[in-house]
């Protein structure tokens, strides 16, 4: 079947032509509306009215939606998000919404609607407590990227995976230029807090930060680690007290095992920063800051179980090295797993201050003086994690670091 | 066109419906001679007696040449061999043989026949000095990594460069396999001097080296900076008083930029080493040493220059850090390069010794006491490179590291 836009009058009749959705859906009334907040694709949540039933159906258009066609961006994002998905299905089937129909050459993907949960920024704002968040995530973090990298798969397998991600060119590039570029330089993408133009300028004119930026925007270009979601912010994650659900991996590539880590850590710090101005609910900042320790040391020890009892791989050898030196190389490559994911955290934290793309948690701020507040700690913590990343050697320096920095610049 | 074997009885034929190949060789008596040295793949020279011209016909077959049938390795190793080729004449044509034609379909090439060069491993057994080596290598090294890098491509040239060379599984794994593993633990691919029985023993029973080993080979594995040519030992070049041709890159692919000049570095120090127990020429191993140093000189000096003259890259943007911060950022690059390569060129030095492929140099010694302590010594550096690469900062520091080994293991 050869691409075509569905557009709302022909999306009914095509998807109920799908014989596995047709017979998800049963007869009935079918309706179908649109889901005005996806900034890339278009996505619609189709409902039997009769059963109760209802599932969302995403489509890739060759161009940026929210922007129009003036703002080309390749269809075939979405082969990649189709492929992330598969191995997430694959690998830990629970994290991820159930897949009942892809097709790449539709840029197409029919999935489960989650009704009952919500967007995981939302419910920071919301100060809703997740408990079994750090438990859920730690262990989605440690199984895809464990299993996706030359620490389990086999040479050839491992080939084969950067072979099916490696050209979804244009998602990383957005990632080099928004992440670890234009937001830290003069551009015309930026977004700058008309109250912050001083801040904006003393920051594009520093290089003593922009140094390891370089480096980490290398490291993010050029290590092939293990399969990434590539964008996992906390408005890729939704969730309930029971469940926790990872979706839109369309920035999904082989890529760094610090990348995901960090991009979660950096929204966590930023939803933390947030409820200085928001709500000043001590307890939820107290929670917030836990769960960041949490998912780090819950992570560790699974991704090392995980190797554990994977002693063959691209890397491994039975026999090659004793023990001892083994466990010593291990706990070396996990810390630089740690220090890495803090420099990128750091990139994405200050990345959202000036670029172009803000995060509600603080740009949503309403009291124009309290943004400007949590824009400027936002900064600086940022700007501190870039600058320390190689120093910061676990989750517990890290948790000091965030109390030092913004005792420092708190008013 | 399928591939077929072009056996000596149809070679004849087969080129010269080829009109390029026709042209080049004109009418007269053409001569096809088998070259029994590849170790891969069948090599012919076509000679047209009338008139003296010459050229090369290679083909890879779906085994391994030397050991038969009985040992399948993929044919698609000569489209890597090809495209490398490729790559090398768009950058610098003067270092390569002229490819007169190709097919990847047929695993098939016909190149330059350099009649008038010798295969620089022969060169150097020899006692030959070849003043213009350094220049010309250095200049190979920074033009191939410089300009198949992220500090020049853009980040879409890059990823569409990785895609071209990524699926070279076959020819990563031999490496990863001989060069990283199996020539540092007991394996039946071994070939132990009978005379270094227990050395071997105590080698293979050491595991403080091997964590730098797995460090290496993770890098090796999983670092895309720029293309290698992945075998440049002092068997892939062939050279004279004026000229150097680099030859056979079929194990070309993206990997770490150290590792192109460890591999090289590594085999001008088993040279260097053979000459203890070959010709006692201290001249001669003087040359090697300050060879050494040229290399590594040269080559940073020309890679800083060519990066000095392409300020836009995937990584940089003209303005986004300024000179101090950037000159500083590219020095402590170019180290990290430096370093990586020196535990590249001991990894390659060391598995030498007891692993499946040793070197003419060190094997070909006939003295069996004398090949025995060449074999030791050359085992010691290689062992100290692996262990201190990472704080060996320059040449000079590894010129007298090497000095300070051998003076301490020299009988």
Known sequence: MSYKILTIDILKAYILKIEVIKNYLEEGDIEIDEIGDGNLNFVYIVTNASNGKSLIVKQAVPYLRIAGEGFPLSRERMNYEIRALQFYEKVLPAFVPKIYYADEAMSLVIMENLSEHIIMRKGLIEQIVYPKFSEHISTFLAHTLFYSSSLYLNSREKRALVDRFNSNT??????????????????????????????????????????????????????????????????????????????????????????????????????????????????????????????????????????????????????????????????????????????????????????????????????????????LMALRVGKSLILNYENIKNVDDLVDFILSNIELYKN
Chains 1, 2 share one sequence.
Request: hydrophobic share 45%; net charge negative.
């Open 170 to 375: 244009e998602l990383c590039k957005l990632t080099e230029d928004f992440v670890f570029t234009l937001a830290f330089m003069e551009d015309e993408t930026n977004d700058v807090n008309p109250d912050l133009l001083n801040e904006a300028k003393e920051l594009f004119a520093q290089s003593d930060f922009k140094k390891s930026v370089l480096k980490l925007k290398y490291i993010f270009m050029t290590q092939t680690d293990a399969l990434l979601h590539g964008d996992l912010h906390t408005g890729s994650i939704m969730l309930n007290a029971d469940e926790t659900y990872v979706i839109d991996p369309e920035f999904a590539f082989v890529g760094a095992f610090g990348f995901d880590i960090g991009a979660l850590i950096a929204n966590m710090i930023n939803a933390y920063i947030s409820h200085f101005y928001r709500s000043k609910d001590e307890i939820y900042q107290a929670w917030i800051l836990e769960t960041i320790r949490e998912i780090y040391i819950k992570f560790e020890e699974k991704f090392l179980l995980l190797w554990a009892k994977n002693p063959n791989s691209a890397l491994l050898k039975e026999g090659f090295i004793a023990q001892k030196e083994l466990d010593e190389f291990k706990a070396e490559f996990i810390q630089n797993i740690f220090s890495q994911s803090v420099g990128f955290a750091g990139c994405k934290i200050a990345r959202r201050v000036f670029g172009i793309a803000g995060v509600e948690d603080i740009r949503g701020i309403e009291d124009a003086e309290k943004r400007k507040q949590a824009e």
